[in-house]
């Protein structure tokens, strides 16, 4: 009970995660500890979580409007490669079935089928088919003129196409937050008083789609 205390403490005080962030961390030990209660490798009484209860808030899902979404895209970053490239994901991201920047980082060429996307998704391991649609299919467009379409290359160009599996998640994660790092600037290019992450493309995504009449099992 103690160190679950102090953990809490650690990751609110020094990390600054909020509330369900915490929660997410806690709760795979809490896994761990019901796993052993259920195979009777220790008694219920010696598990902590009796004694200690999570805590969750609900969270405020941010999203685009449509005004929001077209203010981003018409910026003129020609003078930032690496800021247009980071809006130009983000943007597909927002057309393209708001696919997990993690999916995105490490979609290939060979992944590409002339009309959709096909991969498996690096957290659920799920299979996903993308019917793309024109805006989603234009940024494609002009990466495939910078890269030639190498069957191997990364689709944006944000990781080295030869990178090592046992690298892929400290890349990931770097690159998760240099690409939050740019979107704060082009919010503020494009007057937005959000703060933008590469999360909220999903939920743009979301909205519009609900919006336009997608049944919510489907989206």
Not at 37 to 61: C, G
Not at 193 to 214: D, N, Q, V, Y
Request: aromatic share 10%; hydrophobic share 35%; net charge positive.
């Amino acid at each position: 009970l103690e160190f679950l205390k102090k953990y809490d403490s650690y990751l609110t005080e020094k990390l600054g995660n909020r509330i369900n962030t915490v929660h997410s961390n806690l709760k795979m030990i809490r896994k761990l500890f019901n796993d052993a209660v259920r195979e009777e490798l220790i008694p219920y009484a010696i598990n902590p979580f009796i004694r200690y209860k999570l805590k969750t808030e609900k969270s405020d899902k941010q999203y685009l409007t449509e005004e929001e979404l077209k203010a981003i895209e018409s910026l003129d970053l020609t003078d930032k490669p690496r800021i247009h490239d980071t809006r130009q994901m983000f943007v597909f991201a927002c057309y393209a079935g708001g696919i997990r920047v993690s999916d995105l980082l490490q979609l290939r060429w060979r992944d590409f089928t002339g009309s959709h996307i096909a991969f498996s998704q690096q957290k659920t391991k799920d299979q996903l088919s993308i019917k793309l649609p024109e805006k989603a299919l234009n940024i494609l467009s002009e990466y495939m003129e910078k890269t030639g379409g190498n069957h191997n290359h990364f689709v944006f160009p944000f990781l080295p196409y030869s990178i090592q599996e046992d690298d892929l998640f400290d890349a990931i994660s770097s690159k998760t937050a240099y690409l939050n790092k740019n979107l704060k600037e082009i919010s503020e290019l494009a007057s937005l008083t959000k703060k933008l992450s590469m999360h909220i493309s999903r939920h743009t995504w979301a909205t519009r789609a609900l919006r336009k009449g997608i049944s919510i099992d489907k989206v």
